[in-house]
């Protein structure tokens, strides 16, 4: 196994598990905004993990068919980039959510 693939298989594990703690811990409403006796209060924030998982698929890709120094680097920004930004997204998703239910309970409002 060759120098880039070590680095990439390293980090993909590493920013894996961190993804997946990011994720869970959001999408289970973090510490002390859970209400309901659900498990997963958020679930929006498991985007962190389809945009890691397309990070992961794009620098595999990229390890195994091309041989570019610049791609691999890529590759690991992209890997790393994808918690943050699939974290941006799943805000804005939960709190369009949040808008959307309030909005559905104003309109039930009993008058």
């Not at 068919?65 to 998703?93: N, T």
Request: aromatic share 18%.
């Amino acid at each position: 196994m060759n120098e880039n693939r070590k680095v990439f298989l390293i980090n993909t594990v590493i920013s894996g598990f961190f993804a997946f703690f990011i994720a869970d811990f959001c999408a289970a409403g973090t510490i002390g905004e859970n209400p309901t006796d659900q498990k997963y209060v958020a679930p929006e924030f498991f985007v962190i993990l389809v945009i890691w998982g397309i990070g992961f698929l794009f620098g595999l890709i990229t390890s195994l068919k091309i041989p570019s120094e610049q791609f691999h680097v890529f590759a690991l920004v992209m890997i790393w980039v994808s918690i943050p930004l699939g974290f941006a997204i799943g805000m804005q998703w939960a709190l369009w959510a949040n808008e959307l239910s309030a909005n559905i309970f104003d309109s039930t409002s009993y008058s």
